[in-house]
């Protein structure tokens, strides 16, 4: 579902700054040989993604869902050094790909991959984090908030994808449509807890922005 005109659409991307050779090179690759490339944030989203990490500088990055590593790579790019980012997907398949293009990152040292169930593998993880980027299994967006909201210190970030739902939550969602219905429960849960401030961008399939106060 497009949210703004095609055009339009066009001339935002070709006023933004251009992705890395590495991105573009993924990019790529992702659309030839993997399975659902609309899944990969892109050329735009990527930039967004970037530009809001710059801004926060954060020392730890939580990434759940790495799909082929496109937005890890982003999100990267304005981590302090010294920093970490773990990134966690469920899918084996794909880690080798991403770790692949991790490897020719200038801070690969920094980029963390593990395979599993998010649910499981988060209690196990040390420490807070100061921007976390939730893109993975959508009924369990909520879940994730609750299990990390509490590891983010004042002034940290939360970053959801896919909170439009492809306009999925303006309509009633039929019974049957656990997806719809956990998303719209996601961002009322945020909106009404007092515990945060949030925007949500219309940035392709929305992006969900949340500050703890």
């Known amino acids: 579902m497009e949210f703004i005109n095609e055009k339009l659409d066009d001339y935002v991307c070709s006023h933004t ?10 990019n790529r690759e992702t659309h030839v040989k993997i399975l659902q490339p609309r899944m990969l944030s892109g050329h735009f989203q ?4 970037s530009m809001f990490s710059k801004m926060i500088q954060p020392k730890r990055i939580l990434e759940l869902g790495t799909y082929t590593g496109y937005s890890a790579l982003c999100l990267v790019e304005g981590l302090q050094e010294g920093g970490e980012l773990i990134t966690i997907d469920c899918n084996e398949e794909l880690q080798e790909f991403s770790q692949s293009h991790f490897d020719k990152h200038p801070r690969k040292e920094a980029l963390k991959s593990i395979s599993g169930d998010a649910m499981e593998i988060i209690p196990t993880l040390e420490g807070d984090f100061d921007l976390v ?7 369990n967006y909520l879940n994730y908030y609750q299990i990390l909201i509490d590891r983010i210190p004042s002034g940290g970030y939360i970053l959801a994808d896919n909170v439009l739902w492809s306009g999925k939550v303006i309509d009633v969602a039929s019974v049957n449509d656990k997806d719809t219905k956990a998303i719209k429960e996601f961002n009322m849960y945020v909106l009404k807890d007092d515990r945060v401030e949030n925007v949500l961008f219309p940035i392709r399939d929305g992006l969900l922005m949340v500050r703890k106060k």
């Not at 700054?17 to 993924?26: G, I, N, R, T």
């Not at 990527?46 to 993604?49: D, F, N, Q, W």
């Open 46 to 49: 990527g930039r967004v993604l």
């Open 133 to 139: 980027f939730i893109d993975a299994d959508k009924d």
């Open 17 to 26: 700054s251009e992705e890395s050779d590495l991105l573009y090179a993924l």
